[in-house]
């Protein structure tokens, strides 16, 4: 998403409004495993709501590497 940075004096200049990334460490019990995630914050809401061993299927069956 673009936008504009705003001064006092109402001077315009673009910005952007980027994404925020973290990067995250996942213990998959069933593989015995960590596997590390570049993840949005909201994105981190949905693993907390739905569980990592729920997301991690859901991103092998649209065909992402984990």
């Given amino acids: ?26 213990w998959l019990a069933d593989e015995k495993r960590y596997i590390t995630l570049n993840v949005s914050t909201h994105g981190l809401r949905i693993i907390d709501k739905r569980g990592i061993r729920k997301v991690v299927n859901e991103m092998r069956a649209r065909g992402q590497k984990v």
């Avoid at 910005?15 to 990334?21: M, Q, S, T, V, Y």
Wanted: aromatic fraction near 12%; charged fraction near 25%; avoid cysteine.
């Fill in 1 to 26: 998403m673009f936008g504009n940075n705003v001064s006092h004096a109402h001077n315009k200049s673009r910005r952007r409004f980027n994404i925020n990334l973290q990067k995250k460490k996942f």
